[in-house]
């Protein structure tokens, strides 16, 4: 996580583990299709001796978290899939389908912790018992299964199996909220609000920064209460130009739109790169707040509201609930923005798209993993094993003093030290600009370093990289 965001969500930076198909994961186990990669785990948390570039050194890794949407989480996770119809939805506490309406603080939550939770594991597998009495105990708890990763002596399934901000509000909590406002808003006498309006409203927008403007929103999806065609990254724009253009049909005043207004400032602050104390206690108020409001609003009584959810019968969703544990999820692993599924979805989307128009019926997911595979080898050759990943000259390592880093951490520390004898312990700090003979040069700038003749071309450099310490300062040439 000290990775620098331009790096660590570079899609070059996501690297496949595998396909399967989903039938042939639920019929073997997920267990099966990740046994390999647990191996690998255990191996690095304990210690990988590698040598790169001439220098031996010892890499360690474990993993941190695993980041999904509701279903997959949960499967992997060994807990409940369907939350619509589980008994305990939350695979962070133990809050009751007949709670949910109720709670509205993580504190009064009885949370799921490791001990109690391979407890419950250790029931539910327990050798001996009945099928019926089985799903008994699985119903009782929540949990089908063990989770795989409990191997790793450091993960904690109750907390490592993040919510995930997009598929939670975007996919989620948003969608639905917008769409019983405007609902309300259409049907009430003193609005009256008219979707065209607004949707012309929104088209005609303008921004000094990148911005795209959300598809018009579809009255019969508004008025039959179904799921609005929005993809995440529209709904996000959404809830950006709503705002914006409700002003003219609705007072802030009204409960309606100022609890719609509230979850917009919950979902913002969610974005946030980083959270002080007092940010963390007022977020955490702005969802009891939100939530509560939420029941009062569109009580599960109310005909028709919650037909989607009528299962249930709660105004409170699985989704609504989960925002409850996103402070605590801060405070264990940081902003939400740097474990969304944002990066990991555009990293999919190719292989979607090309199911979408595949013919090939002949094991399909090692057709595409495989030739995902030699794209790969055939990117690093093309750029090079140091500018695979990016642009190193744009690499800075967090958490270093002032930026200062060691030069055996360059890609080019092997030539630069037996060029200049220097050390490689030795402290740098990269130069975006520098001027020489009059010229302003930076990273790409190129240089005649030697003319035409009859027999040779000209010669040519670039500077890849200009540094600076305390013996001097020295710039990365290329050829």
């Given amino acids: 996580m000290n990775l620098p965001p331009s790096f660590r969500s570079s899609l070059r930076c996501i690297q496949l583990l595998g396909i399967v198909n989903s039938e042939l994961l639920k019929q073997r186990g997920v267990d099966v299709f990740l046994r390999h990669f647990l191996d690998d785990l255990i191996i690095l948390h304990e210690g990988v001796t590698l040598n790169l570039r001439g220098e031996q050194r010892v890499w360690f890794g474990i993993l941190l978290h695993f980041c999904g949407d509701i279903p997959a989480a949960n499967f992997v996770g060994g807990f409940k899939e369907g939350v619509g119809f589980a008994n305990l939805p939350c695979r962070s506490c133990m809050i009751s389908r007949d709670s949910l309406d109720e709670i509205h603080q993580e504190s009064e939550c009885i949370l799921r912790e490791k001990i109690s939770h ?64 405007l609902r309300y808003a259409i049907l009430d006498e003193e609005i009256e609000l008219n979707l065209e309006s607004v949707n012309y409203n929104m088209s005609t927008l303008k921004s000094d920064r990148e911005f795209t403007v959300p598809p018009p ?15 995440s990254s529209e709904m996000s ?102 474990s969304w599924c944002f990066r990991y979805e555009s990293k999919n989307a190719p292989f979607k798209k090309i199911m979408r128009r595949n013919s090939n019926f002949h094991n399909v997911p090692w057709t595409m ?49 037996k060029a200049t004898g220097l050390s490689g312990n030795l402290k740098y700090r990269q130069i975006a600009k520098i001027k020489i003979s009059g010229r302003i040069c930076q990273s790409g700038t190129v240089f005649l370093r030697k003319l035409p003749s009859d027999e040779n071309l000209a010669l040519f450099f670039r500077i890849s990289d200009a540094i600076s310490c305390e013996r001097g300062t020295f710039l990365i040439m290329e050829q």
Wanted: hydrophobic share 40%; aromatic share 12%; proline share 3%.
């Fill in 118 to 181: 391979e407890n419950q594991v250790k029931e539910v597998e327990k050798e001996g018992l009945t099928k019926t009495a089985r799903e008994a105990v699985s119903t009782r708890y929540g949990v089908n299964r063990g989770c795989l990763f409990r191997a790793l002596s450091y993960f904690d399934p109750t907390k490592c199996f993040m919510h995930d901000l997009m598929h939670t509000a975007n996919e989620g909590v948003l969608n639905r909220e917008i769409g019983y406002f």
């Fill in 369 to 417: 993993a495989s030739h995902h595979q030699r794209l790969v080898g055939l990117d690093i050759k093309s750029d090079g094993e140091s500018n695979f990943f990016g642009k190193l000259n744009d690499f800075v390592i967090q958490n270093h003093n002032s930026g200062m880093i060691e030069i055996k951490n360059g890609w080019w520390s092997n030539i630069f030290c």
């Fill in 237 to 338: 724009s959404l809830t950006m130009c709503l705002p914006l253009v409700m002003g003219e049909f609705v007072s802030s005043d009204n409960p309606y739109y100022a609890n719609l207004l509230l979850l917009f400032e919950i979902f913002i602050s969610l974005q946030c790169y980083s959270f002080s104390e007092e940010q963390w206690i007022i977020l955490e108020k702005m969802i009891e707040i939100y939530n509560s409001n939420f029941v009062l609003l569109y009580p599960k009584s109310t005909p028709g509201i919650n037909v989607d959810n009528a299962n249930t019968g709660k105004s409170i969703t699985p989704k609504l609930d989960s925002l409850l544990h996103f402070p605590a999820q801060i405070r264990h692993f940081g902003a939400p923005r740097y």
């Fill in 217 to 231: 929103i579809i009255l019969r999806e508004v008025m039959d209460r179904k799921k609005l065609s929005f993809s």
